[in-house]
Structure formats: structure tokens, C-alpha cells
């Protein structure tokens, strides 16, 4: 069997798993801080309330399954990862996990810059009005006119992935009259995921150059020589969904290391390190994720110390986070079709939406929490299983959560940590409409990103 379950959500099995929560919740009613984002709340009626709005008011305006993004979250979480940085580094959100004109916006206003993996994410960024030199440029395989769109554009870094690109970058660079300032994107053998890191293997992946066999060295030299080309620094990215920071230790060593051999070789010293994002949120109340000033002050001192360790000047820092930025700002909400107890098993609950809004249950195993939001409840605690739409029995959004048992067809249930690699992900598998992303503050919702329509749909299909 070639699947294997992502670090992000490990904790699987048919029924429930080892170690996992068996007994219920002592109030289902009660929202932990942790997972939901901050401005969520329950009015008088137990009704879940967001930004001030009620999810019921939400549902009739615009829907469901929705997206409800809590925007002074967002904004509060991208201004604490800027402050804890402070201004002798730079933050980069990563825009994979959730890009719209909206989000391009906000990270402007408070100070972030943005990194892109796309044709398609370069296009929005820049349509949104970022400026090119707050933007870096990311992917394997950037096509040659991807680059050439980057490099005209102006954009701040691009991160070379292979020996080929450095080649391709450079030639493209220098016949648009251009020295294009670059990062190259190292493999440190160093993964990290939730609460373990491994060192010395994983560099049988696709990204970057490894630093065994020299290799690392190799593209640094060869970039060196390239006129098309300023090198800038080093970038590594370990994994997703970290807590450990001893991943990070180790990679920063590695990383400062390769500056090192850098400056014994050439005799100059790279101005900057980019040590990734990956930190981790929580998706459950078994998760314990770290502040930002917490990572900034870990990061910080790991740089420092090995800088000194190897008489260099600390280099400029960049780290890029996406899901710890967005990931706790939303919920998706959605409405209950069917509820079907399985005797000696679990309850089954049917809602409108399901692996195309999330796909990574599915994918990765990935836990999530939920809770019913359009009413309070007393009942007693039920074991269910929360599914999709989908002709696929793997459509699964929660694998095992208590509701109260008195949930019924008509109630809103709300799935708290979306905010990040859900829309992004999104799909129209069965030709279900992916949903909109309503941003909600102060008392008022707008609609950031519109439900696709039939009509949407038939306008790709020609025919
Ligand atoms: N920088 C680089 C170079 C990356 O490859 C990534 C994520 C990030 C930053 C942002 O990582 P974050 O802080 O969001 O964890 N679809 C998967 C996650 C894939 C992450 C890919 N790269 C998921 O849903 O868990």
C-alpha cells in the first residue's frame, strides 16, 4: 500500500484510536480559544457569533458551505509575527495556504511580504498591489515564462531550486538587461512535522539542492559566477506543521555551516537566510502551538549563536509562514443534510460540502475539531463522524467528534481551523460549487471570494 498518513493528522484509525480523546468534552458547548479564531463567541441563544455577526445571519446571507474568515484575526495574528520579527527581519506569508486580493491587501497594510509559488499567485499579488520587491518567488518547476513575468515585474527574491534553474534564471535576467536578486533553496536533511523532527535522511524529495556531496556548494559556486544573477542568501523550508524548534536547530547549523564554506571559498558573506515556515497550529485541543515572539526569539538566538560560533556576522533573517498566519482565522460552516446512527458505531452527519472544500482529511489524515453552531445544546454527547457530499466513502471532514445528540437536519455545524490549505485546495470534484470566503469585522461580512456558480462551471467546459 503506497499511502502513508501525513504528520499533520497521524492519529487515525477505524474507530478511535490509541491515545486518542475517548470520553466526551465536559461541555459541548464551550469553544476552545485555541482552535477557533479570536473574535468567535456564542450570543444568549448559544448561537456561535463571529466578528459580531451571528453564523445564522452568515448562513441566510451568503449560504453554506462558507468559509467565514475572521479578518482582525488575521490581521492580529500577520501584525504579531511582523512585531515579533522586528525590523531586522523580514516576514513572507506564504500564499499557498490562502491568497485573495483581500488577503494581498491586509499583509500590505501591516507590513508583510508575500511569497508567491505561481503564475496564478504572482498574478493576484500583483493585481492587489503588492510591490514587486516585498514578494519572493517560489517553485520546482517555475516555467521560463513564470520567471520572465517575475523578473520583469521586479519581484524581490526568486528561490532557485535546481542547477538548471540558476542557469535558466540567470539567462533570462541578463537578456532582460537585469541582475535578478536570488536565494537558492537548500535540502539540510532535516524534516520536521508536529512533535518529532528526523535529521540526516530526507533529501529523497523534489525541492532544492542538497547540501550532502557538496552539491549545495556546487550551485552556490556555479550561481556566483552568473552575471543574470545577485545571490542574496540560502533558503530552507523543513516540513509543515511543527512544534519542535530542534528541527529548526539543526537546520539553521547546517545552513550556517554551508555560509561558512561560503565565505572560506569566496571570501563574501551572504546577507541572508530564509529559514522557511511550517509552524504549527491547533486543529484539536491536543494541539500546543507556539506564539510567534516565541519563534521569533528561538529563531533568532539559533542564528545568532551559530553565526558566532562560526565568526560570521548574523545574517538578515526571513521566515515564511502561511498556516500559522490564516489557518485559525476561519471556519467553515456548513448545514446538516442527514443524520444516520450506526448502531455499536458512530452517528454519521451528512453536510452540504466535504472533501471538495477540504481535502485533507482525506489527503493527510489531518484531525479537525467541530461543533454545532446555530443553536446551544444539552443533549448528550454522541460520537459521530462528520462526511460529505461526495460519491466516495473517503469523503470524510471530521473523522470522529462529539455533537450533542439532538443534532438534526436544518443545524449549522461549524469545522474551526480552515483558514489555511482548504480553499487553496479546494476542488470541483462532482462538480460541486466551491464556496465563497466571507471575511466578517466589526459587525459587518463581505463576500472576498464569491461561491462559484453553474455558470462558472459550463463557461471552462466548451463543448
Ligand atoms: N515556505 C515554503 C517554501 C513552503 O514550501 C511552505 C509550504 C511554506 C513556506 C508555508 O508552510 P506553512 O507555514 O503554511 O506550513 N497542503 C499541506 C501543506 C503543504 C505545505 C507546502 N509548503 C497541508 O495542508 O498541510
Redesign the pocket.
Known sequence: MSRSA?P?GPRHADVLPEGHYSAPPADLNALDPKVWARTVGRDEHGVLTVGGIDVKQLAEEFGTPAYILDEADFRARARAWRTAFGSDADVFY?G??FLSRAVVRWLHEEGLNL?V?SGGELATALSAGMPADRIAF?GNNKSPAEIERAVRAGVGRI?LDSFQEIVRVAHIAQSLGKRQRVQI?ITVGVEAHTHEFIATAHEDQK?GIPLAGGQAAEAVRRALQLDGLEVIGI?S?IG???FDMSGFEVAAHRVVGLLREIRDEHGIELPEIDL????GIAYTSDDDPREPHEIAKALTEIVTRECEAARLSTPRISV?????IV?PTAFTLYEVGTVKPLEGLRTYVSVDGGMSDNI?TA??D?EYSVALASRGSDAEPMLCRVVGKHCESGDIVVRDAFLPGDLAPGDLIAVPATG??CRS?ASNYNHVLRPPVVAVDGGGARVIVRRETEEDLLRLDVG
Open positions: 501525513h499533520a506564504a499557498k495556504a511569497d509559488c517560489h528561490v533553496r525541492f533558503h523550508h509543515s506543521q511543527i522557511g515556515g511550517g509552524l515564511e509562514p502561511g498556516r500559522a489557518g485533507r489527503l493527510y489531518a489555511a490549505y485546495m
